[in-house]
């Protein structure tokens, strides 16, 4: 498969892991002569559903306001649908965490309840979206977006993130070499405080291009080979901010 890459305006390309027009298979001529069907795999591997979550993640957001929780999340080529998980953290997901969204071009939702039931806006939430494609009938996993933790209104001592701010937009490295990513989170209440990390780290990140530059669980850049890519920087509840890299 071709792994989803950065042009030089920063457009991804769409993955060709499970092809988009012919989602029960293609059909090809046996050394017979005789039509065959080569059915789609299955199952994705995990490095190709990895590339394919930065167009979920990409535009992921998590908000709460009101009584409802808003989701929302990158388009996935050749996505049949969606299914947007949500459950209290603490607690494991179940059948009754699920909510589905049966259209590739649907990107948001609302969510008003939990487990059958109306948000407990004192609590806090962990959420995140999976697509998939049919084949024989069957769910195939495309990818999954990070999870994302998110506080209800009502909590008195945490807040969300609304923004995420990082120093430098932009590193020029030579190969081999490594940066170091500052990165701080505008929240949305003052005299609050954000999540801990037993819920997710502060920051979470991710490269477009691991052939090009790849990233630490800490932001740590290393210039890998020639070329531009993306790092993304993700809040705890989604929202991200992506830093271009250019090695020479």
């Known amino acids: ?81 969606y299914d947007v998980y949500i459950q209290y953290c603490g607690k494991k997901y179940t059948a009754g965490s699920i909510t589905a969204v049966k259209s590739g071009k649907t990107t948001q939702i609302t969510l008003k309840k939990v487990n059958g039931k109306a948000l407990d806006l004192k609590k806090n939430y962990k959420i995140y979206v999976l697509a998939y494609k049919l084949a024989e009938g069957k769910k195939v996993t495309l990818a999954k977006t990070i999870t994302a933790h998110i506080v209800g209104k009502n909590n008195k001592t945490f807040t969300n993130a609304r923004a995420v701010k990082v120093k430098k937009k932009s590193y020029i490295l030579r190969k081999g070499k490594t940066a170091k990513i500052s990165a701080s989170t505008v929240l949305a209440q003052k005299g609050k405080k954000q999540l801990t990390d037993a819920h997710a780290k502060e920051f979470r990140y991710a490269s477009t291009d691991k052939k090009v530059a790849k990233v630490s669980a800490k932001g740590k850049i290393k210039a890998v080979g020639k ?15 992506k830093v271009k890299v250019t090695v020479k």
């Open 227 to 241: 070329g531009k890519c993306f790092i993304y920087v993700y809040a705890r509840n989604g929202f991200a901010k």
């Open 1 to 81: 498969p071709i792994p989803p890459t950065v042009t030089p305006t920063s457009t991804l390309i769409p993955p060709t892991a499970v092809p988009a027009a012919t989602p029960t298979g293609t059909p090809a001529m046996s050394p017979t002569g005789v039509p065959s069907v080569t059915p789609l795999p299955l199952v994705v591997p995990r490095e190709e559903q990895e590339k394919n979550a930065l167009f979920l993640n990409a535009k992921l957001k998590v908000t709460q306001a009101g009584k409802k929780i808003s989701v929302a999340w990158g388009a996935m080529p050749g996505a049949d649908g």
